[in-house]
């Protein structure tokens, strides 16, 4: 998946990443505005995993979507 477009339809990825990543509020999620590295960081910090789990996490998000 471009992330250019995950960020340019940040809106409609919203609900997808609210599901795989629960944790993550509302408020989180609109910090995040379609920024690969902000939502690495954020699941990071809310999981407590390290940025290679989170990056990975996010790399299979990406392919599925």
Same mark, same amino acid.
């Given at each position: 998946?471009?992330? $250019?477009?995950? %960020?340019?339809?940040? %809106?409609?990825? &919203?609900?997808? +990443? %609210?599901? &795989?990543?629960? %944790?993550?509020? $509302? $408020?989180? +999620? ?11 960081? &954020? +699941? ?22």
């Amino acid at each position: 998946m471009n992330w $250019d477009r995950i %960020k340019g339809d940040w %809106k409609q990825f &919203k609900g997808q +990443i %609210k599901q &795989k990543w629960g %944790k993550l509020t $509302d $408020d989180h +999620i609109d910090q995040i505005e379609g920024q690969r590295d902000q939502l690495v960081g &954020k +699941i990071q910090q809310q999981y407590g995993v390290s940025r290679d789990e989170a990056e990975r996490q996010v790399r299979e998000w990406e392919s599925r979507s």
